[in-house]
């Protein structure tokens, strides 16, 4: 398990056990980093992905709070880490990305109309690499969500979009804790839209295949 996981795991543990409860701030940085065993680095990482899914509140001169919401919410929001270690069923949905998707974009290349290519071209062109994680993925699910509606078969646009909301966390997480990825995924998904305009069917599936796999990839190295 990443160092990052391991820092939220043994936050989430002071919140079970009422050490943090609803509302409560953390204790100063070196004494908490002491407390949990943890490196200052390694438990401002896991601060940082915490707020990022809104479990901590980070009040800039004040301190970190514990967001107010009941102590079961919070709990419920970080139980997506324990089960990207623990649930098989995730990497289940991304093999069947992996398995669709391609398919998908290599039909649109030989569908995909010159409004639609412009649509994605404007996506790409709205993000920066110094945009946010979760815009990011809000990025990446509509960029995905796009070429699969260019394949003209509505049934496997509805499926891919299904597929793709089950594995929106953990892309974020691999966006928090994992370095690039925001570089990283504008250039595969600049490299995609290239194939698409030059109606390149088999360089636009492979490259898909090694776009989505990417995540699979990573939490299977994570585990």
């Given at each position: ?58 009040r800039r001169g004040d301190g970190t709070y514990v967001t107010s919401l009941q ?69 990446d699910v509509d960029f995905h969500a796009r070429i699969a509606a260019a394949s ?72």
């Amino acid at each position: 398990m990443a160092v990052t996981d391991e820092a939220i795991l043994k936050i989430k543990d002071m919140i079970v056990s009422g050490d943090l409860s609803p509302g409560s701030r953390l204790p100063p940085e070196k004494e908490l980093s002491e407390r949990l065993g943890l490196s200052r680095s390694s438990l401002r990482e896991a601060v940082k992905a915490l707020e990022v899914i809104r479990v901590l509140d980070v009040r800039r001169g004040d301190g970190t709070y514990v967001t107010s919401l009941q102590s079961d919410l919070l709990l419920e929001a970080m139980s997506f880490v324990v089960d990207l270690h623990q649930d098989d069923s995730i990497l289940e949905i991304l093999a069947v990305r992996r398995i669709l998707e391609p398919k998908a974009v290599a039909l649109a290349s030989a569908r995909i109309t010159g409004e639609q290519l412009a649509e994605i071209a404007g996506l790409l062109d709205d993000i920066a690499n110094d945009t946010d994680i979760e815009h990011l993925v809000a990025h990446d699910v509509d960029f995905h969500a796009r070429i699969a509606a260019a394949s003209g078969n509505s049934y496997l646009t509805h499926l891919i979009e299904s597929l793709s909301s089950h594995t929106v966390r953990a892309r974020v997480w691999r966006g928090i804790t994992e370095g690039g990825s925001v570089a990283r995924t504008i250039d595969e998904h600049r490299a995609i839209l290239r194939a698409l305009q030059m109606g390149d069917g088999e360089l636009a599936e492979a490259l898909m295949i090694a776009h989505v796999s990417g995540v699979e990839h990573w939490l299977r190295e994570a585990r």
